[in-house]
């Protein structure tokens, strides 16, 4: 049987404040329905993803959960709590801040790139923890030109401060001199920067690249975001 809920807790489920202010967005006819106005905040509706609504004359469509990619840019901290530079849940529409999206994995604030939010706890674990094993590739750019013997060294794998172990990429491609493509497996800290650290070089930009099979889109720009699709689910945890 198909699961209802009458619309007032479906848009406080969906981000747009406490029951009460959408109970008053509601009936100040500022909620419209599959294209209807509704103003009666107890009209239950089917929770599928064929319920569209507005919202103030802003469309959203129900989900259950949330699932995005952004392009992160320079200079946002990927936290609610920042302290120098501006979050980048700002980027964000509220209701989707509201509703609890969360960065799955951290980039730094000068690292740029592919970063994925979501609210639902189950995903966001398999897309991060290391148990996982879900592959991330970044573009590394190196202050000073790099080797094949570097590259060797990366494969290999390099001996971090405060690291028992070494710690070895997945691929290496060296692009230009200084440009290199870095698959880690991996979630550490500063990893990226401390592997390149570790054999005397030092990164200057950083960007990634892809997740799993997902890769970020040539056409989103820096600072902008979207939906996963169902094949980005899929590519994003093969």
Request: glycine share 6%; aromatic share 6%; charged share 25%.
């Amino acid at each position: 049987m198909a699961k209802t809920l009458d619309l007032e807790r479906i848009l406080h489920r969906q981000g747009f404040g406490t029951r009460k202010m959408c109970r008053i967005l509601i009936v100040n006819d500022e909620v419209t329905v599959n294209g209807e106005p509704c103003d009666d905040p107890d009209a239950k509706f089917v929770l599928d993803d064929t319920l569209q609504f507005t919202v103030q004359g802003t469309a959203w469509q129900y989900r259950e959960h949330s699932y995005l990619m952004m392009h992160k840019p320079a200079h946002y901290e990927c936290t609610h709590k920042t302290q120098f530079h501006p979050t980048l849940y700002t980027l964000l529409p509220s209701p989707l801040v509201e509703r609890g999206v969360q960065c799955i994995g951290r980039l730094d604030e000068d690292t740029t790139g592919l970063i994925l939010l979501s609210d639902d706890g189950q995903f966001i674990h398999k897309v991060s923890s290391p148990k996982h094993h879900v592959p991330k590739v970044y573009e590394v750019t190196c202050k000073h030109p790099l080797s094949a013997a570097d590259i060797d060294h990366l494969l290999a794998g390099v001996k971090l401060i405060d690291e028992e172990e070494t710690i070895a990429a997945l691929a290496a491609t060296l692009l230009t001199e200084t440009v290199l493509h870095l698959t880690l497996a991996e979630g550490k800290y500063h990893q990226v920067k401390r592997m390149v650290a570790a054999m005397g070089n030092r990164v200057t930009a950083l960007k990634r690249i892809k997740i799993g099979q997902l890769s970020l889109p040539d056409t989103l720009a820096a600072g902008e975001w979207r939906w996963l699709t169902a094949e980005d689910l899929i590519a994003v945890q093969s």
